[in-house]
């Protein structure tokens, strides 16, 4: 079975900082999608970046980035000048058949 | 365009009740998604609907139930409730199934 793993259940990060969100993946798969949702105290889950694993490229939007290391089933997230509004749980999920998540990262955005 | 929509926003029920849920999901949208949230297990995979058929199934019990309708809208059912149902209910639609999906701001059951 897919498993999505965040070993990072909580970072912290200074505004205008960068932080990297570790998530990893266990699949004997070879088309799939990965994605990065946020979900603020507000409660609703909002996508953030989404990579096709047949695409070499990382996927940008804006500030965030991804690290895509198909063959080591990583994918990191990457925030760039970090702002309080950043400030959610994160979660790594992994689809092919079913939509699987991650346990999440709760992230701190220090003033 | 009216994001997905799910109603109501908080429950409060009592064990051995049963509840629906609803879910509009975005206009044009096809598939819908149920998961349950909870601080112990996470988010974890209910069902999947796609043009009225249920297209995949996570590993909940059979009191766990849904169903789309021709407008794409979903219902989800739970019964005989018991107290380890409390849980924030999200559901998420895509245009296809591989498409990025997107949430709703949940239903909070409680089950007393």
């Known amino acids: 079975a897919q498993t999505v793993t965040q070993s990072q259940p909580e970072m912290s990060v200074q505004e205008a900082e960068t932080v990297t969100l570790s998530c990893t993946y266990d699949?004997?798969?070879?088309?799939?999608?990965l994605f990065w949702y946020k979900q603020p105290p507000s409660r609703q889950m909002i996508l953030v970046i989404r990579?096709?694993?047949?695409?070499?490229q990382n996927a940008t939007e804006n500030r965030f980035s991804v690290n895509f290391q198909k063959a080591a089933k990583s994918f990191s997230l990457k925030i760039s000048d970090s702002q309080l509004g950043d400030a959610a749980m994160y979660f790594c999920a992994y689809r092919s058949a079913l939509m699987r998540f991650g346990a999440g990262t709760r992230l701190t955005v220090k003033p | 365009k009216a994001g997905v929509t799910q109603t109501p926003r908080y429950l409060i029920k009592t064990r051995g009740q049963q509840v629906t849920l609803s879910c509009s999901p975005i206009s044009g949208h096809r598939s819908v998604s149920w998961y349950q949230q909870t601080p112990g297990q996470g988010l974890q995979f209910l069902f999947e609907y796609f043009s009225e058929t249920q297209r995949n199934k996570g590993n909940f019990p059979g009191r766990f139930s849904g169903r789309q309708f021709s407008n794409s809208r979903s219902e989800m059912n739970v019964s005989t409730l018991e107290l380890g149902d409390s849980a924030l209910y999200l559901c998420?639609?895509?245009?296809?199934?591989?498409?990025?999906?997107?949430f709703g701001d949940g239903t909070r059951l409680s089950i007393l």
């Open positions: 998420a639609s895509s245009f296809d199934i591989n498409q990025p999906q997107h």
């Open positions: 990579q096709e694993a047949y695409k070499q």
């Open positions: 699949t004997s798969e070879s088309d799939y999608y």
